[in-house]
């Protein structure tokens, strides 16, 4: 059964601070891998999507890689603001009889200091 | 373009009553699905459907029913609610299941049932 885990579960950076988000994943056959962000009492807003055949996806100060033979991501985000605090998630699309089911992380939250 | 559109936002049960949870999306999307999200439990889904006429179970379906009557909506009934069934629940569409894509979420929907 496909997991995936996002560690640490909370971070806290002062601005302006480049960071690395993780998320790992236990079965490397995958559709794609999407990050998501997620305000307080807000629904999920998709940041990048990263194909199975891809390695990497940029958007803006965001960078998303997948390493599927480690069964790892990682979204980096540069010179971070306080706008960038939210709660982060990573979710896989698996192949075998899914159906189009996502195996959503239970998230990172990240807050940047002022 | 509203995208993703739930209704209600908040909802107060007791006990045994039934209710529906309204989900609508006018992007013409193939693919949609309910989600619950739990704290320490990530997002989990309930139901999907890849079209019109078409649903099938996630992880979570007992309690639930769905139907898909149209392309534009895809309502999640509540049978007999329960305590357990307190949450906050999503609705996200995509494009297509068989293409891999970029899934959107309404704002949710948070259920409280005593």
């Known amino acids: 059964k496909q997991e995936v885990t996002q560690i640490p579960a909370a971070l806290s950076v002062p601005e302006g601070e480049n960071l690395v988000l993780n998320c790992s994943f236990t079965d490397s056959a995958i559709y794609n891998l999407q990050w998501f962000r997620q305000d307080p009492g807000k629904g999920l807003t998709s940041l990048l999507l990263i194909q199975s055949s891809q390695r990497e996806q940029t958007s803006g100060r965001l960078n998303a890689s997948l390493d599927k033979s480690s069964g790892r991501s990682t979204l980096y985000i540069a010179a971070s603001q306080p706008g960038d605090s939210a709660t982060y998630l990573c979710a896989v699309k698996i192949r075998r009889g899914s159906q189009g089911n996502l195996i959503f992380g239970k998230g990172t939250k990240l807050s940047v200091k002022p | 373009n509203a995208g993703v559109t739930q209704t209600p936002k908040f909802q107060v049960l007791k006990t045994g009553q039934s209710m529906t949870l309204q989900c609508a999306q006018d992007?013409?999307?193939?693919?949609m699905s309910w989600y619950r999200q739990d704290p320490g439990m990530g997002l989990r889904l309930i139901h999907y459907?890849?079209?019109?006429?078409?649903?099938d179970q996630g992880e979570v379906p007992n309690g639930y029913n769905v139907s898909r009557s149209t392309t534009e909506d895809f309502p999640l009934r509540l049978l007999s609610a329960a305590p357990s069934q307190t949450s906050v629940y999503f609705c996200?569409?995509?494009?297509?299941?068989?293409?891999?894509?970029?899934?959107?979420f309404g704002e949710g929907s948070r259920l409280t049932v005593l």
């Open positions: 996200a569409s995509s494009y297509s299941f068989l293409a891999p894509g970029e899934l959107f």
């Open positions: 459907s890849v079209g019109a006429g078409i649903t």
């Open positions: 992007m013409n999307h193939e693919y």
